[in-house]
Structure formats: structure tokens, C-alpha cells
């Protein structure tokens, strides 16, 4: 299906080089959105920035000058930005007591960090015009949390927060803040999960999928498909909320 | 082509909303209400609590429109009664339309969705099913129990390629909305400071309905702010 109030729309995805961050550049820009795409890695925003005719804004999230920024050339060259998909994330996975401290700070470094200097640098103009869609990749793991990945599914929890404390301060002012908290989903960092199994890309996502109601992990495309309704003007009535697109897995149902 | 659809509570506020916003996407829609619905391909007037008469409906609204692929179950009544007056008559009314009524047409629906192997099914709960109201505690407690019945039917229904969702919308503008929920005092408290209109809570079925997502036993809650 097609939404209203994408087209046009001046969309900043970060994290865009691959996996789901390529995924939603792609659907928002099949909508109709002009797409800046964001990665650390240069050469993969590139390729996405080509690949969906946006323009590839490479920068380090963690970083505020760097955001400050990577946001002035998108404005400069595309316009403000009125869709924010803050995707980015970095993950390590080891048991608690053995995770290194600078894994730990990298992790909320960028993921949790990273998010919140986004949305503090484009927010204040949604907020001003008076519209504005953010929308937050959190976890599944950030609801429930993970063994082995003490940091990641913390950094993802403090997202939730960060999204609903945002969401309430400018939802009325037309901007809507919500986050989207995926089960496993068939991505490049899967295979930091494959390696603190011991195991295959492949085999991970069997094993993962075999725990899903569906039957399989879920598709960048699925979860991308999430992100893009919750950019349409309809979704307006949004407000803070967390949508767990994971197959059916029950674990997060009493959450 | 089946794309069709019905919907339960079709002839006026959220499933209205929702049978126009289907028929924009070129479904066919059938209507299950005790009114006759105005904006719909088909409409059979029935009590949602006879599980013959949706029975029935749905077996013409098949041979009428062909394979229903889509099910919204919007039916609903709401009234502010204090916990301790709600008398025996009035729990059961509330539970006969909301649980009964939403397993009814699920019934009906998804046997026949089960033997194509797919399909998809939205029920609607209620930000009041995940928060409670003291002035309303039968419908929120039915509406709480809708959730969980849509849970449970999802677990056993993506085995047979159909999806099950919820979708729990905060105040709305429909005619099931009291008055006082449209007094500035309430509506101030709400984030958005504004009711849910009917069609943001469509095109939230819609979503769920026709998009290609992995939402499974899912409870999506468009309510401007009343439950973050």
C-alpha cells in the first residue's frame, strides 16, 4: 500500500550503508522521499545514496560536531530534515562480566548517544514548521534484554525511554516520535550473534527462526515497511509508541 | 482476485472509517452491523452476538463477493457506569458483544481462512484495555480480553498463513465517544491535546491488513498520547 505525506519529504536514515538501514532508505524513497543517507562507512552510504538517487551524508553519530554538521549539508543541500530514521547501531555480545569497558561505551556512544544528538539537532525545526516524523530502531532485546549482550539490549532500552520522553514533550506540535523495536532480523549484524555462537550466518538465522511463531526471521523489507508507516501523515496519532515487528515472539508480549 | 473484506461494526465510526479507506484500495467490503452500513459493497444487518446469523452473512458475503481475505472486528458499545452498579446484565452484554462478537466472526472467518492458507484478521481493543477506567471497568476488562484473545488466535493461526493483530485505539471521534471525553478539561490531558480520528485508526488497520510486515499477535496503539 501507498502512504500520504511521504512524497517529497526530505528523509535523513542513518546507518544507511546496509541491512535494514538500506532497507528504509529504499521503501522511503519508493515513496516518493528524497533520501540523505547516513553510515560511518562512506563507501556503503554512497552506493545507497545511488542506489535510491539520494545523497550520502557519511558521518560518525557519536560524534557532535560530526552530527552538527552531516544535518547543515543535508539542510543545505536537500532541505530539513522532516523524516528522521535513527537506525545506526553497534553491537559487541560477550557475558556480562567479560565485556569491555570501551565496548560499553562505544555501544552507548553510538547507539544511544548517537540518537539522542539526532534528534536534538533536527527536532527543534520539526517542531518550528510544525511537522515532523522520528522514527527510532530499538530492539526486541531493549525490551526484554539478552544474555551476552548486557550493553546492546541497555543502549537499546535507553532508547525506548529517550523516544517516549521525546514524543511527549513535541507531539503536539505535529511531530511524532516513535520507535520500532524489531525481533531477529536477517541482517549483516547477525553475524555478531553467528560469532558469539560459535556458528554459521546461516545457521543463526535457522536457529533464530525456529523460536518465531512465524517460522523465520524477519526481512529488512518488513521492518522497513514499519518504519515507513509510521512517517505518514496518518500515523500522526502515534505517540511514543513501541512497534514490535518479530513474527509472533511471545517473549516480549508481557512487556 | 480475493481481496475482500469484512467488517464487523461497519455502518458507523471505526469500521466505517476503515471500510472506506479498504474500498479506496479496491477491496470489496461487507458489512456485519445491526445497522444497515452506507459506504460498503454488501451489507447484512445482524446482532454480532448470533454466531448463526454471522455464520450466514459470511457464507453470502462469500458467494456475493468471493474468498474474504481480510476481517476488522469493530462491533462495540460503550457506557460509563460506576464498578459497583454494573449489574449482572450489563457485564454480560458488554462481554457478549466485544468477546463473543469478536469470536464469532473470527469463527466463521477464519475456518475459511484456514482452509486457503492465508489471510488476515484485525481486532479492535482499546487504550482502555491496557490501562483500565474506573468508569467503565466492563469494557475495559472486555477489551483487555480481546487483546489476549487476538494473542491467542495468532499463535495458532500463523501456522496456517494468517496474520492476527490488534489494533487499540486511544478516544476517538465516533459515536461511541462520550461527552465528557470531548470536554477540553480531557481532551488537554491527551498529549496530542486532540482526539483519534477515525481514519488514523484506518489506515492503521489498512496497514496491518494489506502491508507486507512481519506483525504477529501484535497490539498497535494509535491514541494521540493517552497511554504511552
Sequence with gaps: MRYEGIEGRVALVSGAGQGMGRAHAERLAAEGAVVAANDLDPT??????????????????????????????????????????????????????????????????????????????????????????????????????????????????????????????????????????????????????????????????????????????????????????????NAEAFVGQVLHPNGGATRVWGI | MDADAVITGAASGLGAATARRLRQEGLAVASLDLHVAADVDVSFELDVTDADAIENAVARAEEQLGPISHLMTAAGVYELVPLGEIGPDAWRRMFAIHIDGTANACRSVYRRMKERGRGSIVTIGSELGLMGDPEAAHYAAAKGAIHAFTKSLAMEAVHHGVRVNCVAPGPADTPLLKRDMRSPEYVNSLVLQRIVRPEEVADTVAFLMLEHHNFVGAVLSPNAGAVV
Design chain 1, 44 to 233: 556503503t552510504a554512497a552506493a545507497t545514496a545511488e542506489a535510491v538517487g539520494g545523497i550520502s551524508v557519511p558521518f560518525d553519530v557519536s560524534m557532535p560536531e560530526a552530527v552538527d554538521a552531516g544535518v547543515a549539508d543535508v539542510e543545505a543541500r536537500l532541505g530539513p530534515v522532516e523524516l528522521l530514521i535513527a537506525n545506526h547501531a553497534f553491537m559487541t555480545m560477550a557475558p556480562f562480566l567479560d565485556e569491555a569497558p570501551e565496548h560499553w561505551r562505544r555501544i552507548l556512544d553510538v547507539n544511544l548517544l548517537g540518537t539522542a544528538l539526532l534528534i536534538e539537532r533536527c527536532v527543534p525545526g520539526m517542531v518550528e514548521r510544525g511537522f515532523g516524523r522520528v522514527v527510532v530502531i530499538a530492539s526486541e532485546w531493549g525490551a526484554i534484554g539478552w544474555e551476552n549482550a548486557t550493553a546492546y539490549a541497555a543502549s537499546k532500552g535507553g532508547l525506548i525511554s529517550l523516544v517516549k520522553s521525546v514524543a511527549r514533550a513535541v507531539g503536539v506540535h505535529g511531530v511524532a516520535v516513535n520507535a520500532v523495536a524489531p525481533g531477529t532480523t536477517d541482517t549483516p549484524q547477525l553475524d555478531v550473534d553467528a560469532l558469539d555462537a560459535g556458528v554459521s550466518h546461516e545457521e543463526i538465522v535457522r536457529r533464530y527462526g525456529e523460536d518465531i511463531p512465524l517460522g523465520r526471521v524477519g526481512k529488512p523489507e518488513e521492518i522497513a515497511a514499519t518504519v515507513t508507516f509510521l512517517c505518514s501523515t
